[in-house]
């Protein structure tokens, strides 16, 4: 708790960051746009519903979608720009709804009223139209406000830090404490900011000067000071730190803090971690120069980035293969292969595996139809499980995606009968699971590898180093007992790592794997 | 004065007001007469240009309405509606400043001009100045309305039915308030109604239109002497028709009640 409490302050800054100034964006577009709706009446139809296609996107997709659109227009395409931008457009429809609302059913009789006094036009709009239709748009504005705070605890996964950061790590490595602070804490973020603009609406209603007054200037006063420091982000990255990527997932987690630890000590740089990111986020990332180095598998290489439908062969091919592609192609070194494999693999519970006398994955074909099968929110639509249906010819009863967190659980209770497990998951044998020998080599090889983007190699030559030490320092029954730690004892990943980095340092002979020493790097 | 000439609107193929020509000489009190759809709001608008016709012209003092800029013409002349449309988000005072306000009169002259313009429409200033127009009664609301129109002291006044929503009591006083202060102030008014009675009670003259046609103008007097048609002649009689139709009811004479059935 404490621990977690310790991250409040970078978390929420970032998350009140975010927040404000993606509420500034939506509403300096869509007060304006509005306005011009209602004086030209044949926008109002495509405007609002492009407005309201927007809003269908799923908030993560609409945040996610972000990165490869930004990486295309060269733009920085992790971080705080796609978060930033995906949450401004999110709080575009309800403002730009309002406000066309609210000026609409203005009394007709008072616009009446306004010109027969002599108001010119815009005086119409000034001293009528936008006061009588202020209490809709503030509605609307503090819809706005409550969302965009809750969405952009889903700014995580692009890279941004926010209060997601405590929901999504805690999801997955099942520290609830650390969901509850989210939560909380997301959600007095978003009471105080309503409070904030129902307070400057009231003041404004009942005329309290120096109360509206106070406000604006508390306000003001924030926002200048989350400026300053997004300038000094944006503008001064000479001080960046080691910037190490983690996907969404106990053991990336865990390899991420081995990894920043592990560079700080042996090169005295400080560094940092883009947590929870994406599968795909995390390699456009690195190739992106926004992440420096994270770990990586070769399957998923094989198949996601160089678009391989086959399944290739044994692991040093594919490793030397994957080398070869992402020197040539992105610039991106393997910097060491850790020495274990996180494969998808196909478990049964063990007992009915006895009972059914379940060994390998071809003893399942003549039950298949009975059988129904858990994956993650990927595996059905991987290649693995296009091999696996094409070399075994299996079909299942039924196919359910769900979270990687829930799905053993799920298969202990017997909610599903198989899943798609993960080799080096502690929780195979926590749950009773029997992993299937995968008899006819349907399942790539999945070795982990730490990736270096080119940025970082050329101006860290020393980290670069540091991290080819790691080759060959972990096997699979140590990354197995790390995410136990971590997935069943709740024990922090900060604290895994720092565990296993010093039982590596006394230990003077780490266990060589024979896919230890990496060729040569290609000259470029 | 305000002279209209040849003054048309039309809304596609339909006729609103067909080439109507009017003079009104200061200081005169006309009224436009006529039921509902005959175009009698559709002209008072087009003389302060909340309407802009479709032809013809309105000339006021001598000046073609359509080369100045509106939004200056409207705050020379008075409007006042049957809705009021007092602003709710501004106070009793503040809403009969407006006009003042964006000529830019200094804070003092437009403090004195309300004070001085709630007293003329016999509002207590004190009680209500600061009160919002929504807690007032109609009757309330249309004085200020009338305040609101008078503020910046103009010549010419357009109401617009001002007291077809008030209940008959606070309409009858209203009416002889709005004859004293004609006189009192020396206006130009353009009223219209379809209220026969208040219009034969206020008018200088009256002019009765019909789908969007001038059919008779003249004092009172001389249209219920000397009525152009039948349809004048009958809608002068209304009155006078509904007064018997009440003496029927209360005195249960049934011979008047008869003739009202023939008339039919």
Known sequence: MKEQLALLPSY????????????????????????????????????????????????????????????????????????????????ILPILRNTVTGIANVDPALLDAAKAVGMTPSQQLYRVELPIAMPVIIAGLRTATAWTVGVATLSTPVGATSLGNYIFSGLQTRNHTS????????????????????????????????????????????????????????????????TIGAKGFTEQYILAEILGQWIENETGRPSTQMQSLGSMVAFDALVAGDVDAYVDYTGTLWSNVMGRPTVGGNRTNVLAEVRTFLASQHGIQIAATLGFENAYAVAARAPDAETLGLTKISDLIPLGNTLSMGGDFEFFSRPEWRSIQDIYGLTFQEQRTMDAALMYQAAASGAVDLISAYTTDGRISAYNLRVLEDDRFAIPPYDAVILVSEQAMRRWPDVFEAISALNGTIDVEAMREMNLAVDEEGIAPERVAASYLAKLRTSQSPDITELNKPPPSPAR | MIELRHLTKLYGDTVAVDDLSIQVPDGEFLVLLGGSGCGKTTTLKMVNRLIEPSGGSVWIDGRDSAELVPFELRRKIGYTFQQVGLFPHMTVAENIAVTPTLLGWSPRKIQNRVSELLELVGL???????????????????????????????????????????????????????????????????????????????????????????????????LMLDPADDYVRQLLDAPRQEAQLVETLVTGNSSSSENIERDK
């Open chain 1, 12 to 91: 929420l800054t970032s998350h009140v960051q975010l927040t404000l100034l993606a509420l500034l964006c939506s509403t300096a577009v869509s007060l304006p746009l509005g306005l011009v709706v209602t004086r030209v009446k044949w926008l109002e139809r495509p405007v609002l519903a492009l407005a309201a296609i927007i809003q269908t996107v799923p908030s993560l997709a609409l945040l996610a979608i972000m990165v490869p659109l930004l990486a295309t227009f060269n733009f920085q395409s992790i971080g705080f720009l796609p978060a930033f931008i995906g949450l401004t457009l999110y709080g």
């Open chain 2, 124 to 222: 207590d200033s004190r009680e209500l100045r600061e009160r919002n127009p929504t807690q007032l009664s109609g009757g309330q609301q249309q004085r200020i309305g009338v305040a609101r129109a008078l503020a910046a002291k103009p010549r010419v006044m357009l109401l617009d039915e001002p007291f077809g929503a008030l209940d008959p009591l606070t309409r009858q006083r209203l009416q002889k308030f709005l004859a004293r202060l004609r006189h009192e102030l020396s206006l130009t008014i353009v009223f219209v109604t379809h209220d026969i009675a208040e219009a034969l009670k206020l008018a200088d003259r009256i002019a009765i239109m019909q789908k969007g046609t001038l059919r008779q103008i003249g004092t009172p007097a001389a």
């Open chain 1, 179 to 242: 969901v509850l602070i989210g939560c909380v804490a997301a959600a007095i973020l978003a009471l105080v900011l309503d409070g904030l603009v129902r307070g400057l609406e009231i003041s404004v209603r009942k005329r309290q000067l120096r109360q509206f007054f106070g406000l604006i200037a508390a306000l003001g006063t924030l926002y200048l000071y989350l400026g300053f420091n997004l300038a000094t982000t944006v503008f001064l990255p000479s001080i960046r730190p080691v």
